[in-house]
């Protein structure tokens, strides 16, 4: 690790002393150190904003990052957290395609992927997908009844899409 994220880390560390305004200075200051093609300065912004809950200003410094050509772990917790922000601003489809783009490379991030996958469609509007897509994401950690979750989980999404409740 290099001593320009060990400093990050060390603001994110301290992030409760901090406080939220706090938190942005700082990285807002890491941020300016470095060159401006580099894209972990707007992806660590970004994060900086979007943990303030001001995801407006957050959105951008996300598209930035990755249009700089933001790679490896930092390009999958970039999607997951971009996909975030636009599900609260009210755009749940777009939040599902950013997903799409990193399911293939999310590695030990595949559960988070799924996690804001479900919440994406939830906020859709569909309740049995995003039942299914926890709860499927959920089974292979359970040491007792693995197998039940997972087919009850597949079977909500099957019910689902014919158009039935699960238990009909």
């Not at 894209?39 to 904003?49: D, I, N």
Request: charged residues 30%.
């Amino acid at each position: 690790m290099d001593d320009w994220q060990r400093r990050v880390d060390e603001v994110w560390g301290a992030a409760s002393e901090l406080g939220e305004h706090g938190v942005i200075e700082r990285i807002d200051a890491l941020a300016a150190e470095l060159p401006d093609d580099d894209p972990r300065g707007p992806f660590e912004a970004a994060g900086a904003r979007d943990s303030a809950g001001l995801e407006e200003e957050a959105e951008p410094r996300y598209r930035r990052a990755l249009e700089l050509g933001l790679s490896g772990r930092a390009r999958v917790e970039a999607h997951i957290q971009l996909a975030s922000t636009v599900r609260n601003l009210g755009r749940p489809a777009e939040s599902l395609a950013l997903l799409d783009e990193v399911a293939d490379d999310a590695g030990d991030l595949a559960d988070a992927v799924a996690a804001f996958r479900a919440l994406a469609l939830a906020s859709r509007g569909e309740a049995d997908a995003a039942a299914s897509v926890a709860l499927v994401a959920l089974a292979p950690h359970l040491t007792q009844y693995r197998r039940a979750v997972d087919a009850y989980a597949r079977d909500l999404v099957a019910r689902a899409q014919e158009g039935r409740r699960p238990g009909a």
